[in-house]
């Protein structure tokens, strides 16, 4: 299951899973849950991915995460100084910020996690990293110090070690 996805028709060219999809991305033996559904309000989708994440973390025995990092040091679609960026007691959050309306889960969720493999490559990644690497910023400045919350984080980048 993805840890966000951006709300609208199953398949649509913004969705977090068809661009993994089209880049050629293949589950193998695991099975992909969708979050996004035909014909099914926002509400309804947060709703939906509000209990699949419930009942999926209740029944694992561990939780990994692959996640990404933004360069503006969101992680999942938690962004900066956003509703998502609130602390919550949810496991996911639904809201709206341009040009998306975003469904993700929230740090209560990502608390959860036993491993997170996060990927950050790239120039413009620089400052964020940089940022989560030596300074302990507010969740709502940088939502990826969130990894320091995890029991295991493991950061890929070709920047810095």
Do not use: C, W
Request: proline share 4%.
């Amino acid at each position: 299951m993805l840890a966000d996805e951006r709300y609208g028709e199953v398949d649509h060219q913004d969705s977090n899973q068809q661009q993994l999809l089209d880049a050629g991305f293949e589950p193998g033996l695991a099975q992909i849950v969708d979050i996004l559904q035909p014909n099914m309000s926002f509400y309804d989708t947060e709703q939906r991915f509000r209990s699949l994440t419930t009942s999926l973390f209740d029944q694992a025995d561990i939780i990994i995460a692959q996640l990404g990092i933004g360069e503006d040091g969101h992680i999942a679609g938690i962004l900066p100084n956003s509703r998502a960026a609130q602390e919550e007691t949810d496991l996911v959050v639904g809201y709206s910020s341009k040009p998306y309306e975003r469904l993700t889960l929230s740090f209560a969720a990502l608390r959860r996690v036993d491993s997170a493999y996060v990927f950050a490559f790239g120039p413009a990644k620089l400052p964020a990293l940089n940022n989560l690497k030596s300074q302990n910023l507010s969740l709502e400045v940088q939502p990826a110090q969130i990894l320091k919350q995890i029991n295991q984080a493991y950061v890929y980048n070709d920047l810095i070690d």
